[in-house]
């Protein structure tokens, strides 16, 4: 079975521009979770989808948003993107309600 | 407000050492669930176990084990008979009760086995 999968692996933009991240959830779960992990700031909630719509949302600036899709796929755009952007952003999904997650290899975004 | 303490930054051991890894949590909540993860230098969070308040059994899978205390509010973690493949960054994390993985972790702890 497929686990979470995440892509772009490494994604490299400049300061301003969008960055959209990609994540497939593992077959059946319904919820997913972004997480972002920064460089000496350790792994913080960013958001969660469950069954196509924004269930929760970390302390984070509207510039930080995403969708779920049908397929219960998810995107997570950033946009105006600022160089302390710079981290690797970690998907998880679980199924709907549980409180237990498996996490994607993460997509390492660099802003220059 | 909830909180995940890992005291221990990084931890050196050699080869077939054994080894604990501290974590202390705060939570009003009666319901929490506690996890372990492991981050190898790919990247990927990989879990190891789920505990919830109510279970306050001590757990053994392998070579890892699992302490959990509700009375020092304690889910500490250790490594048996270390090896080089254990190295790796490890968090602990807690989620509440309500539903979903809105979960908060602590700053990890890096292990380093030495061969």
């Known amino acids: 079975e497929a686990g979470v999968t995440q892509s772009p692996t490494h994604l490299i933009k400049t300061r301003g521009q969008q960055a959209t991240l990609r994540c497939s959830p593992i077959?059946?779960?319904?919820?997913v979770y972004w997480y972002q992990q920064a460089l000496g700031l350790g792994l913080q909630f960013l958001l969660w989808?469950?069954?196509?719509?924004?269930?929760n949302r970390g302390n984070f600036p509207p510039r930080f948003s995403g969708r779920q899709f049908p397929n219960y796929s998810s995107e997570l755009n950033v946009n105006a993107l600022e160089l302390e952007d710079s981290a690797l952003y970690l998907c998880?999904?679980?199924?709907?309600?549980?409180?237990?997650?498996?996490f994607g290899q993460g997509t390492r975004l660099t802003v220059v | 407000a909830q909180k995940v303490t890992q005291a221990q930054t990084e931890i050196s051991v050699v080869e077939k050492e054994d080894v604990t890894l501290d974590c202390v949590y705060e939570?009003?909540?009666?319901?929490?669930?506690l996890f372990w993860y492991k981050q190898p230098p790919s990247g990927e969070l990989v879990f190891l176990i789920r505990?919830?308040?109510?279970?306050?059994q001590n757990e053994i899978s392998g070579r890892y084990s699992w302490n959990f205390q509700k009375s020092t509010s304690s889910f500490n973690f250790t490594i048996t008979a270390s090896q080089v493949v254990d190295s790796a960054v490890y968090f602990c994390?807690?989620?509440?009760?309500?539903?979903?993985?809105?979960?908060?972790f602590g700053a990890g702890t890096r292990l380093f086995v030495k061969a």
């Open positions: 989808y469950d069954e196509g719509e924004e269930r």
């Open positions: 939570t009003r909540d009666t319901t929490y669930y």
């Open positions: 505990r919830n308040s109510f279970d306050e």
């Open positions: 998880a999904s679980s199924f709907q309600g549980y409180t237990e997650a498996f």
């Open positions: 994390a807690l989620s509440d009760g309500t539903g979903g993985f809105k979960t908060i």
């Open positions: 077959s059946g779960h319904t919820s």
